[in-house]
T-cell receptor, first 116, second 110 residues
Framework: GAVVSQHPSWVICKSGTSVKIECRSL??????MFWYRQFPKQSLMLMAT?????????EQGVEKDKFLINHASLTLSTLTVTSAHPEDSSFYIC????????????FGDGTRLSIL | DQQVKQNSPSLSVQEGRISILNCDYT??????FLWYKKYPAEGPTFLIS?????DKNEDGRFTVFLNKSAKHLSLHIVPSQPGDSAVYFC?????????FGTGTRLKVLA
């Protein structure tokens, strides 16, 4: 099946650091990638939709200057958490969907971000 | 406003029996529904989907039922196996976005 690779899987860093997370679709072209955040025992909350070659669409309440998204190619999207603070600690998951209509999103394995 | 709800946070089932996970939604514009399985510290894995033109879709041990009039879908797993123990999320889509439920933790007892 479709494979989405997310890197790194775990990051621990100091407050004020910027952290970049990569999401790659390995065996299909993804015109659209999605970034989610999951708090413990809660649902996956969509943060933003990333379209190749254009600006990301952010959900209400998500700071676009805080969470920078770049989707430079059909197989790579990156999320940069800028000047991270402890409240940004969370599980971040990306997903990708192929160009075919009504194909499911396939998810990466997530990145656990811990800000000290 | 929770558009997709999974009212049972957890479910325990004996190995070999049927597991039934339920999901309710409020938006009649949703036309595509999915179930994902998730282990701790991993991303969700796609299980099965159904479009609104169908009321049933089956894939091996997994069957999804859709009742549009009740705005309800369910996932049946039969027979349940210990390896099925995980958190199951339903998701609904009407555009390109998925709206996820809060998940049901399934525990299959050996």
């Amino acid at each position: 099946g479709a494979v989405v690779s997310q890197h790194p899987s775990w990051v621990i860093c100091k407050s004020g650091t910027s952290v970049k997370i990569e999401c790659r679709s390995l065996d299909f072209q993804a015109t659209t990638m999605f970034w989610y955040r999951q708090f413990p025992k809660q649902s996956l909350m969509l943060m933003a939709t990333s379209n190749e070659g254009s600006k990301a669409t952010y959900e209400q309440g998500v700071e676009k200057d805080k969470f920078l998204i770049n989707h430079a190619s059909l197989t790579l999207s990156t999320l940069t958490v800028t000047s991270a603070h402890p409240e940004d600690s969370s599980f971040y998951i990306c997903s990708a969907r192929s160009v075919t209509h009504n194909q499911p999103q396939h998810f990466g394995d997530g990145t656990r971000l811990s800000i000290l | 406003d929770q558009q997709v709800k999974q009212n049972s946070p957890s479910l325990s089932v004996q190995e070999g029996r049927i597991s039934i996970l339920n999901c309710d939604y409020t938006n009649s514009m949703f036309d595509y529904f999915l179930w994902y399985k998730k282990y701790p510290a991993e991303g969700p894995t796609f299980l099965i989907s159904i479009s609104s033109i169908k009321d049933k879709n089956e894939d091996g041990r997994f069957t999804v039922f859709l009742n549009k009039s009740a705005k309800h879908l369910s996932l049946h797993i039969v027979p349940s196996q210990p390896g099925d123990s995980a958190v199951y999320f339903c998701a609904a889509s009407g555009t390109y976005k998925y709206i996820f439920g809060t998940g049901t933790r399934l525990k299959v007892l050996a």
